[in-house]
């Protein structure tokens, strides 16, 4: 690269998704000499916390999008059109590894983008110019900014390469200032969580172990957070944006999460994570990346590795079987005396 290019960056999933790419997308932000950020709607909060982006495009992409909107003709030339009107030198596409790029890669080639990387299994013709295979089982952080590596962009000196967000506020006003642990009982797919009564049950029983217990949800969820809070925990369901989110987040002593965006903001501001991983996906590319984390749950049960979003096993088996003791025990781990943020991640056995 003989000057710093305009780069578009494509990652059009959640979330979490979006959060896992920062690494990347910081790397690429050294480079460049302007970021754009083209995400999904579910993704465009936590993509404007995010270090190195000057810019967001959102596009519901129907390839992606768990309840995409019809496709129109007209939504498709307006991105495009907008796309165009960027100028863009290069673009990279980060996607999870069993979606394609190519058709993202097919938009740009259309709004003029020369030159596209992406991680691909399939022929991709003439639209990327640089092919890169990922390395198998790969974390989603780390594929993510070793394309980046491979087209020629590299983290600054002095960053390690682990999440992180612009800032977060304080949420003392929210948590009260005594110690608290986050339960976050929600997913946009739900068989990546506890069943809200087993949440509920989780709840009580830190309780009683006499811990505060701080429950968090998104606009949507207050019947959700009202009944695993009870009366045991505080409420915060549906009174925090992904900014105010990351202020309480950071501020607890840990955050007990299943494979969900939240889990990978509490590692983005370093709060240690108990992960409520289901099987469903792969826990090598999707754990919590680069904080103290233990993970809970059965690895072995039926549903592993069929990317379901509705539980098809009866009594949800992997997630609803962890027992209050391994919660505590979990809880005391993460918290023991001595522990420090940002150490190396650790993980429970299945």
């Not at 990387?117 to 198998?136: F, K, M, N, T, V």
């Not at 944006?241 to 202020?247: F, H, P, V």
């Not at 840990?254 to 240690?272: E, F, W, Y």
């Amino acid at each position: 690269m003989t000057r710093s290019p305009r780069t578009l960056v494509v990652r059009l999933d959640s979330a979490g998704d979006v959060l896992l790419a920062g690494p990347a997308i910081r790397a690429v932000a050294a480079g460049s000499s302007h970021v754009t950020l083209l995400c999904g709607p579910r993704g465009e909060a936590a993509a404007r916390l995010l270090p190195g982006v000057d810019d967001i495009a959102v596009y519901d992409a129907p390839w992606v999008s768990l309840s995409p909107p019809a496709l129109r003709r007209e939504s498709v030339n307006e991105l495009v059109d907008r796309l165009a009107a960027g100028r863009y030198d290069r673009a990279l596409i980060f996607a999870s590894h069993h979606q394609s790029p190519l058709p993202a890669a097919l938009l740009l080639k259309m709004a003029g983008v020369p030159w596209v990387a992406a991680d691909s299994e399939h022929y991709p013709g003439s639209l990327l110019q640089l092919r890169h295979r990922r390395a198998p089982y790969r974390h989603e952080a780390a594929a993510a900014l070793e394309l980046a590596e491979a087209a020629g962009y590299t983290l600054p000196p002095g960053d390690g390469g682990a999440l992180r967000v612009r800032s977060c506020p304080d949420a003392t006003a929210l948590t009260g200032p005594e110690p608290y642990l986050v339960v976050h009982p929600g997913a946009a797919v739900p068989a990546r969580t506890w069943t809200p009564a087993r949440a509920a049950a989780a709840v009580a029983a830190l309780a009683r172990a006499g811990h505060r217990v701080v429950v968090t949800g998104g606009p949507g969820e207050e019947a959700l957070t009202a009944r695993v809070a009870g009366e045991h925990a505080l409420d915060l369901g549906g009174r925090t944006g992904m900014a105010e989110l990351a202020g309480v987040l950071a501020g607890a002593r840990v955050v007990i999460a299943g494979n969900t965006g939240p889990a990978h903001l509490a590692a983005a501001v370093r709060t240690p994570v108990i992960s409520l991983f289901a099987p469903v996906v792969s826990a090598d590319r999707w754990l919590p990346y680069r904080v103290p984390h233990l993970r809970l749950g059965r690895q072995d049960t039926p549903c592993a590795g069929t990317r379901a979003r509705m539980c098809p096993v009866a009594g949800h088996p992997c997630l609803d079987s962890i027992t209050d003791e391994e919660v505590l025990s979990a809880v005391a781990a993460l918290t023991a005396p001595g522990r420090l943020r940002g150490t190396a991640s650790r993980k429970a056995p299945a």
